[in-house]
Nanobody, 123 residues
């Protein structure tokens, strides 16, 4: 089992920044690819960003150039730095862990999920 706890969400004005953190416990963190997904009210959950166990990253087109995913294996933590936030970024953001890293933009690839943290961007 892997337990994931997100933090860092909140209310920010458009153009502002937030950094989300996801602390993992349980099995060896460095063996897992990590991803961030989000779900806005009335919408399906969507991929945001992912980072493989080796450090390679991938992003949704909607956040490319604004968001950066990183990981610190010594701290068992993955981060999502979000800059130039827009009202359409408003959602609950979820951290997830995947043992396999074939399709990291696909939520069914992930084995463990956190409870989510709310991000609200005001216009």
């Amino acid at each position: 089992q892997v337990q994931l706890v997100e933090s860092g969400g909140g209310l920010v004005q458009a153009g502002g920044s937030l950094r989300l953190s996801c602390a993992a416990s349980g099995r060896t963190f460095s063996n897992y690819a990590m991803g961030w997904f989000r779900q806005a009210p009335g919408k399906e959950r969507e991929f945001v960003a992912a980072i493989s166990w080796s450090g390679g990253s991938t992003y949704a087109d909607s956040v490319k150039g604004r968001f950066t995913i990183s990981r610190d294996n010594a701290k068992n933590t993955v981060y999502l730095q979000m800059n130039s936030l827009k009202p359409e970024d408003t959602a609950v953001y979820y951290c997830a862990a995947a043992y396999n890293d074939y399709r990291l933009d696909y939520d069914k690839e992930y084995d463990y999920w956190g409870q989510g943290t709310q991000v609200t961007v005001s216009s």
